[in-house]
């Protein structure tokens, strides 16, 4: 029904920066929540970000003031610029839409690592 391609990942160097891409396709006839997860080795998936259609966001923690959401719902696209990026920030970065309470898509991931 949905299909995520998230895009933009890379190796960079601490205190570099990177915009992250994930185009929504299919049965896309609304605007859906929208937000960014990762996942490092051994640890669980955490939330990153999150965008509704309205553009309220949210943000973890570990995150904040570094990283910026946003969306173009003329494309069923949102985006994830990331700035100052860290070590800790390495993990494969999987977009989601959130088709309804009970059903959520999820993109591929790409990959962002940062050497320190």
């Known amino acids: 029904q949905v299909r995520l391609v998230e895009s933009g990942g890379g190796l960079v160097q601490a205190g570099e920066s990177l915009r992250l891409s994930c185009a929504a396709s299919?049965?896309?006839?609304?605007?859906?929540?929208m937000g960014w997860y990762r996942q490092a080795p051994g640890k669980q998936r955490e939330l990153v970000a999150t965008?509704?259609?309205?553009?309220?966001?949210n943000y973890a923690d570990s995150v904040k003031g570094r990283f910026t959401i946003s969306r173009d719902n003329a494309k069923n696209t949102v985006y994830l610029q990331m700035n100052s990026l860290k070590p800790a920030d390495t993990a494969v970065y999987y977009c989601?839409?959130?088709?309804?309470?009970?059903?959520?898509?999820w993109g591929q991931g790409t990959q962002v690592t940062v050497s320190s």
């Open positions: 965008i509704r259609g309205t553009g309220s966001t």
């Open positions: 299919g049965s896309i006839s609304s605007v859906y929540p």
């Open positions: 989601r839409l959130d088709w309804s309470w009970s059903r959520v898509y």
